[in-house]
């Protein structure tokens, strides 16, 4: 187009033109996705871009000086030192057809998510070190360059939900270490990354023009960890190959128009799993904050609830040692699979943190002595011992803002429900210390945290997301300050009627049910039973007040992790738990839980 042709065009459009010819004359790539409103009318810049630019280095790396960054970059470290030694992925695997108990799907989904943390952790943990002092760049490039030859193939493999679940985010991870590993690469290697790029995101870019995926009937969370990475990629590749304008215009238009409105209900959860709130802003994050540093939209300005908080502070219920190797269920997060604790929802708090200038996200951040870590999992495929990891460490290192002091705000809430039907879950919690009182109810089910770990975890099955419980009836959250209480008729199936859990502040918990019959749970640590009285060795207390113990069972919950469709994983470190099986009396239960008084409670006093 001439200038001729906007002859008697509005104003405006004129000096559009005339700035795109400006960028133009001066060398700078233009890109139309700039004037969408709220985006910057600046040029994209040169490699690294995604997270940081070259000229941030130095001030990232100095970070390091201060305690907190110093002590996630040990950790950094030390992860990236285990993935160094780890041999690059030589063999590609291919899609079977027969797959009845989705082992198939699930190396390849695993295959994925390994050679993706791997590739991040090294990359991004090379580019933050200082150049002179770098053991990592070798094995970066190695692992970069050898994935896009591996997983180009997936070029070739027609697009489908399933494959995109994985696929997109070993590409995300190829695009991120093309980025940041950008400026030490060869012409040729760069080209060897930008080529298994553009095949497999120009097949997806087509899977994306559908308007079902990631848009209304397509699962939310799937929906969020599926497209966000595809903007990733259009970003790295945005002013390198003519293809990325059109995949980032999807990438946006998806969030835009689906994922932002809608993969979060409304009080500010997954109507899944809590966990899911914790993946699909780890996706949103990855895209947006990207978004923002490459094109100046700010889609977290445009959607401002697009990262709510409200579950960490309601689900958060203990802390995390550095050194921890094999996680467990309900350890630290309320309802929580053992790949889903507070190691894989810190990073997201250090975020929120910077992002909202909340103390009280980098406190519960924090409480993860491993964060900066790569986290290994029990989930290994039982033949090819394919192992899931996730590596969020490095980013939690660059997004930990060193202006934002761990605290505990004043009037934070400690009740939290969420309503709606597919969630059906209410919250309270004594405090924000780390060995408190936190207690979650799904679907009438309970978990109990005191004393830093699980004292009373119902066996109900109402965090399986594969077959959802129905919600109960009347749920009823009050909360006064001192005393809060949740209230409701059911689970039906369980056989009971009216539930009240009631919390006093500080340190008492009563719970009691009506039920027909006898009531099992598990439990952590090893308390001594007196009687009805369960004590552990830091002074906390399960006692049942009302109801006879049945049976009491040392190895009654054998937690090894095994796929609905009927796969057994190779779970190196399966966890046994005892249970209590206890019958009501005259068609009633009553537990309850106490804490120890604290020091700071006896000076009060």
Not at 176 to 198: C, F, Q
Not at 383 to 410: C, H, K, M, Q
Not at 435 to 457: E, W, Y
Request: glycine share 6%; with cysteine.
């Amino acid at each position: 187009m001439n200038a001729a042709a906007f002859c008697g065009a509005p104003h405006s459009l004129v000096n559009f033109w005339r700035i795109g010819m400006l960028a133009l004359s001066i060398g700078l790539t233009w890109h139309p996705n700039l004037a969408i409103p709220g985006a910057s009318l600046a040029a994209v810049g040169p490699h690294p871009r995604l997270y940081f630019s070259t000229r941030e280095l130095p001030a990232l790396r100095a970070k390091r000086q201060k305690k907190i960054p110093a002590r996630i970059w040990q950790n950094v470290l030390a992860s990236a030192r285990w993935c160094a030694r780890q041999p690059p992925r030589t063999e590609w695997i291919a899609t079977l057809a027969n797959d009845p108990q989705y082992e198939n799907l699930y190396d390849r989904f695993y295959a994925a998510m390994h050679d993706m943390a791997i590739i991040e952790h090294l990359a991004l943990t090379s580019a933050l070190c200082e150049p002179e002092d770098d053991p990592f760049f070798a094995a970066a490039r190695k692992w970069t360059l050898t994935a896009a030859r591996v997983w180009r193939h997936e070029a070739d493999n027609n697009p489908d939900a399933s494959k995109a679940y994985a696929v997109l985010r070993i590409m995300k991870a190829l695009a991120v270490g093309y980025d940041v590993l950008y400026p030490r690469l060869k012409d040729s290697e760069r080209a060897e990354i930008r080529s298994t790029l553009v095949r497999v995101g120009s097949s997806y870019h087509t899977f994306f023009l559908k308007s079902s995926t990631a848009g209304e009937g397509y699962n939310k969370h799937h929906g969020s960890v599926d497209a966000a990475p595809l903007g990733v990629i259009a970003l790295a590749l945005l002013g390198d190959v003519p293809e990325a304008q059109a995949w980032l215009e999807v990438a946006i238009q998806k969030h835009v128009d689906y994922l932002l409105p809608h993969a979060l209900t409304p009080s500010g959860t997954n109507e899944q799993s809590s966990n899911f709130w914790a993946s699909t802003l780890q996706y949103r994050i990855f895209f947006l904050a990207a978004l923002r540093r490459v094109t100046g939209r700010d889609l977290l300005v445009e959607f401002p609830h697009a990262l709510p908080g409200r579950m960490a502070l309601a689900a958060v219920a203990g802390t995390q040692e550095a050194d921890l190797r094999f996680n467990e269920d309900d350890r630290t997060i309320l309802f929580g699979p053992s790949y889903g604790q507070i190691n894989y929802w810190s990073p997201v708090l250090v975020y929120l943190a910077h992002q909202q200038r909340r103390p009280i996200y980098q406190t519960l951040a924090l409480w993860d002595k491993s964060l900066g870590s790569l986290q290994r999992t029990r989930y290994i495929t039982p033949n090819r011992r394919e192992e899931l990891l996730f590596s969020f460490g490095p980013y939690a290192y660059l997004w930990y803002d060193t202006d934002i002091e761990p605290g505990v705000e004043e009037g934070l809430p400690r009740s939290f429900q969420f309503p709606e039907p597919e969630v059906d879950e209410a919250y309270m919690r004594a405090s924000y210390r780390a060995r408190g009182i936190v207690v979650g109810m799904k679907k009438g089910g309970l978990v109990v945290h005191a004393g830093g770990r699980p004292v009373l975890v119902d066996l109900l099955g109402v965090d399986d997301i594969n077959q959802p419980s129905a919600a109960v009836h009347d749920m009823l959250l009050a909360d006064d300050g001192r005393q809060a209480f949740i209230r409701c008729v059911g689970p039906e199936k369980a056989g009971m009627a009216e539930q009240v859990v009631q919390l006093d502040r500080p340190r008492r918990l009563t719970i009691q049910r009506e039920v027909d019959r006898p009531l099992t749970w598990w439990y952590a640590g090893t308390p001594r039973r007196t009687g009805n009285t369960f004590a552990w060795p830091d002074g906390t207390r399960l006692e049942i007040r009302k109801g006879t113990i049945e049976a009491i069972n040392s190895s009654g919950r054998v937690d090894s992790k095994a796929h609905y469709g009927g796969m057994q994983y190779a779970d190196p470190h399966p966890f046994t738990y005892p249970t209590v099986t206890v019958k009501p009396a005259e068609g009633r239960l009553e537990v309850a839980v106490i804490t120890p008084e604290t020091e700071s409670e006896k000076h009060r006093e």
